[in-house]
């Protein structure tokens, strides 16, 4: 069902890395030849308290990636698969029209029955402080 789609998917995919190929190479070459010399230049204008701070910087971002950012995306990794076998399990193993229409009604359902809570609670919020004025 979902054959020729993925094909075609596959095929933009193929001719976007190949037109990327070749613009990336012609800017890295650039960069290859230019950041030494922009290095140099750098290097020789600007006072070391900036390199201090960059360093500094660095350091930073390093830790919040490190500490932050990579057990995110790892959390994250877990979760999607997770929610992927427990679709897969519940469309017992084959995915389907019928089973995504499902999960479709399921989700606008639970998302629709969300919003009608937060919207109460807001209007009872708002309530309760106009009432206390």
């Known amino acids: 069902m979902f054959g020729p789609s993925l094909e075609l998917g596959w095929r933009k995919l193929s001719e976007s890395a190949v037109y990327i190929k070749e613009n990336l190479s012609y800017h890295v070459s650039w960069i290859i030849e230019n950041v030494p010399k922009f290095a140099q230049w750098l290097h020789s204008n600007l ?66 029955g969300y919003l009608q809570n937060t919207t109460t609670a807001i209007k009872n919020w708002a309530a309760a402080v106009i009432a206390s004025y």
């Open 47 to 112: 006072p070391d308290t900036v390199f201090h701070v960059v360093e500094y910087i660095k350091e930073l971002l390093l830790f919040v990636h490190q500490n932050y950012i990579l057990p995110i995306v790892e959390y994250m990794k877990i979760m999607i698969l997770h929610w992927w076998r427990q679709f897969v399990n519940s469309c017992e193993g084959e995915i389907n029209w019928d089973c995504m229409k499902k999960h479709f009604v399921y989700t606008t359902h639970v998302t629709w």
